[in-house]
């Protein structure tokens, strides 16, 4: 982590070292962390309504966590899952117990992002604590190819050796007619068995040019093809795939969709309540994006979120709505609030009545509230957490510590003063940020000999540009003279507005400079293209990018393991 000078702000640093993590504050200090999470929520000055709605909010989440984890758990590892982490405790006591968040969408991603999993099971069992990883299936399904290393054999010198190059192999998790939706709304049926095949194969080949034998996708492809087979959609089948394996390998954390917890009626609840509250929670996200925007200099009008718009009666606020089924598919878009009856308002998709596809009438009368939520559910209608209101209801809400990647807990300082505005929680609820590197192992060369290499050329550029007579060979008369010449000439600069002279003097003795050190000046360009030739390979070795699927599974988890081990306790 550094600070940055101008505003004191921190900013957090992916660790591009191999088999190096980031974890800010301390993991170790996850008990005091929650400890002191738990007295905010305790304080007389968090708001009843907050409180209330956490405690309902908890109580679902639990619930649907276990009931949505045992779907697939009790054939593989249920017992040992219930050994391992809830052991005899009643769901009552499991209620009770702390609760450690974290969550990503459920592509294949790296085991950079795979670390905060390991840390959550780490955490949990260190403190007593129950860990829950959400699933976050609304995010539109990007993710529909993975970046694989290749190698073929090049001469150079005489020599044969491996050239590293990369592809994007497609994963074939939609037709190419279909157009992008919500990772929930990625259906398997529109899978092939045949079309995973070739993914294998061109991923397995690809692999084994580097001389990297075997790999996740390789050696749990049967897990995978039954949890395509078994699910509904790529959110559940890559999430079930993924948890089968910690699972396996000992890491024990509850899973549960973040589509499942805001079908619930707390989500219902905080919704309501933003709803009822739209002009003061417009107000502040928008005010309290400026002043982030203001003190880090930004000026991209996307970041780090979009502001929110008024058109006409309408009040846009930071949720999103669409149709999984029912009528229609309608994809996900902003949602507005406009006025409706003297006892609802309206939830729609768009600020112009004509072009709404999607329009839901809320109720002001919380006690209705439950039966128009489940309602709206069951016709197919998602309402869903931008990013910030995301974390916002997991920290405040359900969580008593919370694990960020360094993306959200970059971010995250805006929702901080969101909640410290809005919600009235004057000190939001502290969260760790943490991520880790880990490279394949590719075959490499001294890091530290091609660091210097590389310094040492853009050195010698720089100097062929800025004082190209060094380079002069003064055991050559000729090259000598040139260079007492040049000297001469630099220690007899004339005054200001006398220097036109001199300067057409330097130019031509800068001419001939240039063309006696041709071949020091081609060898020295000549070098730096060869440095960054290697430059590119030593990204593509080093790439911190490659799915966790690309790896050895024991070597990967034992690993990542390893780093959590060190993030809980720095003198493992």
């Known amino acids: 982590m550094s600070i940055l000078a101008r505003n004191g702000q921190r900013s957090f640093k ?52 276990t009931e949505y984890t045992s779907e697939y758990t009790s054939e593989f590892a249920a017992s040992r899952f219930a050994a391992s982490r809830i052991g005899s405790n009643t769901r009552v006591e499991l209620e009770r117990s702390q609760l450690i968040l974290g969550g990503h969408q459920p592509e294949l991603f790296h085991p950079g992002v795979w670390f905060k999993n390991f840390l959550l099971a780490k955490i949990g069992q260190q403190t007593g604590s129950t860990s829950l990883h959400v699933i976050i299936d609304h995010d539109t399904a990007r993710s529909d190819s993975l970046r694989v290393p290749s190698s073929s054999n090049a001469m150079s010198n005489g020599r044969t050796h491996r050239q590293y190059f990369q592809k994007s192999v497609p994963l074939p998790i939609r037709m190419d007619s279909q157009p ?55 959110s559940d089948a890559f999430s079930r795939f993924r948890h089968l394996i910690e699972l396996d390998n000992g890491i024990h954390n509850l899973e549960v969709p973040l589509g499942r917890l805001c079908q619930e009626p707390a989500f219902g609840m905080f919704v309501h309540h933003c709803v009822r509250n739209a002009e003061d929670l417009w107000l502040s996200y928008n005010e309290c994006r400026t002043a982030y925007r203001e003190r880090h200099g930004i000026r991209n009008p996307v970041q780090p979120v979009i502001e929110l718009q008024r058109e006409r009666h309408c009040i846009e606020l930071p949720f999103w709505i669409y149709r999984e089924g029912g009528e229609a598919l309608v994809d996900r878009q902003r949602l507005w609030i406009a006025q409706g009856s003297g006892e609802s308002l309206i939830l729609c998709n768009h600020a112009v009545p004509d072009r709404r596809t999607i329009t839901v009438e809320l109720p002001l009368d919380e006690s209705k509230l439950t039966s128009v939520w489940q309602d709206i ?41 969101i909640i410290a505005r809005w919600l009235g929680i004057h000190q939001a609820p502290v969260y760790l940020t943490s991520s880790a590197s880990l490279h394949l192992p590719l075959e490499d060369r001294s890091e530290e000999s091609f660091d210097g290499d590389w310094l040492e050329n853009l050195r010698e550029l720089q100097l062929i540009r800025s004082a190209p007579e060094r380079f002069l060979d003064r055991s050559l008369d000729p090259c000598r003279r040139l260079f007492e010449e040049h000297a001469q000439l630099l220690s007899k600069i004339p005054p200001r507005g006398n220097k036109r002279p001199w300067h057409q003097q330097m130019v031509q003795i800068k001419h001939r400079i240039e063309d006696a050190i041709l071949d020091p000046k081609r060898l020295a360009f000549s070098n730096h293209e060869r440095l960054l030739r290697e430059r590119q390979q030593d990204k593509i070795r080093k790439s911190r990018e490659y799915s966790f699927v690309l790896f050895e599974e024991r070597d990967v988890v034992a690993r990542l393991s390893k780093l959590a081990d060190e993030a809980m306790d720095p003198q493992v």
């Open 180 to 234: 992008r939706m919500s990772w929930h709304a990625t259906r398997t049926q529109f899978s092939s068995s045949e079309a995973w095949q070739e993914t294998k194969r061109q991923i397995s080949e690809s692999l084994e040019s580097c001389g990297l034998e075997t790999s996740i996708l390789v050696e749990r492809s049967r897990l995978l093809e039954t949890c395509i087979r078994d699910c509904v959609n790529f």
């Open 14 to 65: 992916v660790p591009k070292e191999n088999n190096r993590f980031l974890c800010w504050p301390s993991a170790k200090e996850s008990q005091v962390l929650i400890d002191g999470n738990l007295a905010i929520f305790k304080s007389p000055g968090t708001p009843q309504w907050v409180i209330r709605l956490r405690h309902h909010a908890r109580h679902e989440a639990i619930r649907a966590a």
């Open 377 to 417: 559910a069951d016709s197919g209608i998602c309402i869903r957490p931008r990013a910030l209101m995301t974390t916002m209801y997991l920290r405040c809400f359900v969580a008593d510590l919370f694990v960020h990647g360094i993306g959200g807990g970059t971010y995250d300082e805006l929702t901080d003063a």
